[in-house]
């Protein structure tokens, strides 16, 4: 068993694809339309194959109360992987995007976490060396 489909709830999936693929630079997969939304799905360009992240819509009244709860007690709903955590906060520092958290060495990973615009935080992890 492998994670082939994992989600995010975005407030606007215009605003996320545009969030998502210019900023943080993922490649937009499937954007089929379903009604008034989109089976909207971006990949990493470093694994075109690999797991997909649905930008889905906080549509239903659940989603609302469960993003502004966790982002309340500044909890990530998920985390991206990187190979210097340091350099992409400077990176996505320098585009505009705010971090709530700045990258905070934990020994076996750093971390660091920032406001997708959506109505998300996400984390981006980069492991230490040998693990």
């Known amino acids: 068993m492998r994670i082939n489909l994992t989600s995010v709830l975005v407030d606007d999936q215009d605003k996320a694809l545009r969030f998502y693929t210019e900023i943080l630079k993922f490649t937009?997969?499937?954007n089929i339309p379903l009604g008034k939304f989109r089976w909207?799905?971006?990949?990493s360009p470093e694994d075109?194959?690999?797991?997909?992240?649905?930008?889905?819509p906080d549509d239903h009244?659940?989603?609302?109360?469960?993003k502004t709860a966790l982002v309340a007690d500044g909890i990530p709903c998920t985390?991206?992987?990187?190979d210097d955590a340091q350099a992409e906060y400077q990176r996505l520092r320098g585009l505009g995007v705010h971090f709530t958290q700045?990258?905070?060495?934990?020994?076996?990973?750093?971390t660091a976490v920032f406001d997708d615009t959506c109505g998300n935080l996400i984390?981006?992890?980069?492991?230490a060396a040998g693990r």
Request: hydrophobic share 40%.
């Open 48 to 56: 075109p194959d690999g797991t997909e992240l649905l930008l889905e």
């Open 28 to 30: 937009e997969k499937n």
């Open 102 to 110: 700045e990258p905070v060495d934990m020994g076996s990973v750093t």
């Open 40 to 43: 909207l799905t971006v990949v």
């Open 79 to 82: 985390s991206f992987a990187v």
């Open 61 to 66: 009244p659940a989603a609302k109360s469960y």
């Open 123 to 127: 984390q981006i992890a980069q492991q």
